[in-house]
């Protein structure tokens, strides 16, 4: 049997339709949907911490990345700024290491930030992959790969 995943119009009252966000039943449908859930999840672990979001995605998932920005703007209490970055291809490595290091290098620096103060939070493609093409130190962590400390690339 073939698994429909909901409408996004659907997800967005589901989002809507959530009276607090540690609702487990109800947040863990919003977790379940392929394609969302998994950034979804991280966020909500990291929300009353987190101020600056960089959600990278390819053109295909804009509608997937714009229902992520409704839930952050739902829950996010408005202290969280979503900042969508296209990438045209997510396989190019090249591509993908060039936005993370442009966000490292003007990104923080635009908003007052240090190395320090990010967390790379790893949702989609395959974890391993990322971290060894981005050259990022691993800490497990809950089911999701979590990276701390980024090494800077030269």
């Not at 829950?75 to 969280?80: E, L, P």
């Amino acid at each position: 049997m073939i698994r429909k995943e909901p409408t996004p119009e659907k997800i967005r009252v589901m989002i809507d339709s959530i009276k607090d966000r540690e609702d487990e039943e109800e947040m863990g449908k919003l977790y379940e949907i392929i394609g969302i859930g998994q950034t979804i999840k991280a966020i909500n672990h990291h929300l009353g911490k987190l101020e600056w979001c960089w959600l990278l995605h390819t053109g295909k998932s804009s509608v997937s990345m714009g229902l992520v920005e409704d839930f952050v703007k739902t829950f996010g209490g408005g202290t969280v700024k979503v900042k969508p970055v296209e990438i045209e291809d997510i396989n190019k490595i090249g591509e993908v290491s060039k936005v993370v290091d442009d966000i490292y290098r003007n990104g923080l620096e635009e908003r007052g930030l240090v190395q320090s103060d990010v967390i790379v939070d790893v949702t989609g493609g395959t974890p391993r992959w990322w971290v060894q093409h981005l050259r990022l130190p691993v800490h497990r962590k809950t089911g999701t790969w979590s990276t701390w400390n980024r090494i800077p690339v030269s």
